[in-house]
Structure formats: C-alpha cells, structure tokens
C-alpha cells in the first residue's frame, strides 16, 4: 500500500558528503513524520534523524547532518557533511502516516535501505 525507497548511498572517503534521498509512494492521504535510522555491522539499529521538531537529529550527527521534507514529493532528504568511518552503516528510511482509504488507517513503512560507507 505504501512503497518507501531510499536512494544516495556510496562509498566515499572521509570528510566527504552524500545526501540521501527517501519517497514514499502510494494511497498515502497524510504524513505524520519521516525519519532515518541506520545500522553498522554487529551494532543495532539506531535512530538518526526526523522531521518533527524541525528537524531532530542525534547527537552524533549533530552540525554535519541535516534532514529536510518536501511534502509535495513526500520526499526527505539527509544531508551528510564531514562524514566519518563510523557512520558507515545502512541507513533506512520510516515513514508513518494515514492511508487513504475508508477507514483512515495507519501506517508505518520501512524502506529496504542505502549503504554508506565511509572509508581511505
């Protein structure tokens, strides 16, 4: 019902930059909140960025970073700048909001992910 993928990812050196890209697609009526998580090997699944509160992100990232919405694309973006090794991971996008059908129902969709690599 509602198709979420993500695109950008690559391998780049440190220091580099890459945005990434997520849309959602499909009998979407309303989005309540677009984020990014991502997941290093043998790390879990950790909670990077979203869209309420202006655009929230973790501590980590903070200053190099930047989440942004189109809402007419249903599209976000994460700007990385000054990228590190250790953001290496692949990084996933969620999507949470109403369908548009007789019920109003929720959702909350996944993406099958990007992988960033940051290495020399």
């Known amino acids: 019902q509602v198709q979420v993928v993500e695109s950008g990812g690559g391998l780049v050196q440190p220091g580099e930059s890459l945005r990434l890209s997520c849309a959602a697609s499909?009998?979407?009526?309303?989005?309540?909140?677009m984020a990014w998580y991502r997941q290093a090997p043998g790390k879990q699944r950790e909670w990077v960025a979203d869209?309420?509160?202006?655009?929230s992100v973790t501590d980590s990232v903070k200053g190099r970073f930047t989440i942004s919405r189109d809402s007419a694309k249903n599209t976000v973006y994460l700007q990385m700048n000054s990228l590190k090794p250790e953001d290496t991971a692949v990084y996933s996008c969620?999507?949470?909001?109403?369908?548009?059908?007789?019920?109003?129902?929720?959702?909350?969709?996944w993406g099958q992910g990007t992988q960033v690599t940051v290495s020399s």
């Open positions: 869209t309420t509160s202006g655009g």
């Open positions: 499909g009998i979407i009526f309303s989005i309540y909140a």
């Open positions: 969620n999507v949470r909001g109403r369908l548009l059908d007789p019920y109003g129902s929720d959702f909350n969709s």
